[in-house]
């Protein structure tokens, strides 16, 4: 007993015997790959020196964004803290992160904006991009208070950085002339450049992943069942649709195909349950969430988002938001239910009665079901 005691007093010594540099280089790794806020808090708690050297600013200045994922249902004064000393570190993320909290969650507006505009100045690009959406839709003050051009030139920082829905949004801008001189042809290019970044993100994923599509993405066709694998590849031979280097028309979410596995900013998933666990679901009274439900953003005072033009039953804050939940389920709900079921008994009550007169021609004039999705992406296909 006496010699187990000694081996582990000698091992102790070792670790007390590391200089603080190292400790400190080693948990600046951790932090800046963490998949989560438990990984970095259990190591922390493993000891009196881990704890203290854990809050040292060079760690807590490069904590990576899931590092500092805290959930909304964890949200106290100590997970504010936490954010908090990450902010007087330096950490981007942190400003962004804490931003977002303040401006929409606690409506403190002044604070999150100046927090989100000091991640915005280090190059952020989804601070850009809120930064650009506040100016967009004058969240936080008045209608009046809306700054087109200050909006686009924020969107143009961030797509330049490469965000995606940032280019998507700048594309729509210069299609429609909103805050900007109108090109059509320059926005159609950017919206192709936006799908096609978003198409290449997707093969990144599947390349640096072992696991199986269907682990982590889910693809839907809401025109067509899944199509199924020819004889030749159900004997064992690779299968080019499930095959992730062989991924093929799948990925091409514009032409019916539609990625719903997408990971949300931990800002956005926080805002996501926030307002979720709320008894009514909303901010309050007439204020409406994004539908999009990777956003999670609120209004900040009535009839801010725009309305679907063709059901009037949902919301976006952006153009990029309504472009998602288009493609993902939205383009199946738009239409009221009631006309679907009218229409199709009126297309049956044709069809016989064009038969009855020796006529087999039957053509749809209906515009309630036609759906051109150049008016959502923005490319006439």
């Known amino acids: 007993m006496k010699k187990q005691r000694g081996a582990f ?6 670790f007390e015997a590391l200089p603080d540099d190292i400790v400190i ?15 970095f808090v259990a190591v922390l708690l ?6 203290n050297l854990g809050l040292h600013p060079l760690v807590l200045s490069k904590s990576c964004s899931k590092a500092l994922a805290v959930r909304a249902k964890n949200w106290c004064e ?3 803290r936490f954010l908090k000393l990450c902010v007087n570190a330096g950490n981007t993320e942190a400003y962004y992160m804490l931003g977002m909290i303040r401006f929409y969650c606690l409506q403190n507006r002044g604070s999150g904006a100046s927090l ?62 909103y805050g900007v001189r109108k090109n059509i042809t320059e926005g159609r290019r950017l919206l192709v450049q936006a799908n096609a970044r978003e198409l290449a993100s997707v093969l990144r994923v599947f390349n640096n992943s072992p696991s199986p599509p269907s682990s982590g993405w889910q693809f839907h066709n809401h025109q067509q069942p899944r199509p199924t ?8 031979a ?17 032409y019916g195909f539609n990625l719903t596995g997408r990971e949300m900013h931990p800002a956005n998933q926080f805002l996501v349950e926030w307002f979720e666990s709320r008894e009514d679901g909303f901010p309050g009274l007439g204020i409406r969430i994004c539908s999009y439900k ?10 801010e988002f725009r309305r679907c033009s063709g059901c009037g039953k949902v919301n976006y804050c952006s153009r990029g938001c309504q472009a998602h939940d288009w493609r993902v389920h939205h383009k199946v709900e738009c239409a009221p239910m009631e006309e679907w079921v009218g229409h199709a008994i009126d297309d049956v009550d044709e069809e016989e009665e064009d038969n009855m007169n020796g006529d087999d021609d039957v053509v749809d004039d209906d515009p309630t079901v036609e759906i051109n999705e150049g008016e959502v992406d923005g490319i006439q296909i």
């Open 25 to 39: 280089s080693i948990l600046y790794k951790l932090s800046s790959t963490a998949s989560s806020p438990s990984d």
């Open 46 to 51: 493993t000891c009196k020196r881990f704890n």
């Open 294 to 303: 990777g956003c999670g953003r609120p209004e900040t005072r009535k009839n």
């Open 229 to 236: 694998p020819p004889p030749s590849y159900q004997t064992g």
């Open 78 to 80: 100590e997970a504010h």
């Open 116 to 177: 989100m505009a000091k991640a915005a100045i280090k190059s952020h690009a989804p601070a850009l991009y809120s930064l650009a959406l506040i100016q967009f839709n004058g969240s936080g003050g008045l209608k009046n208070d809306k700054d087109l051009r200050a909006g686009v030139a924020l969107c143009a920082r961030a797509a330049f950085l490469g965000h995606i829905d940032a280019l998507r949004e700048l594309g729509h801008c210069l299609q429609d002339g």
């Open 9 to 14: 007093r000698r091992r102790s010594d070792l």
């Open 238 to 254: 690779p299968n080019p649709l499930t095959n992730p280097s062989d991924f093929d028309i799948q990925l091409f979410s514009d």
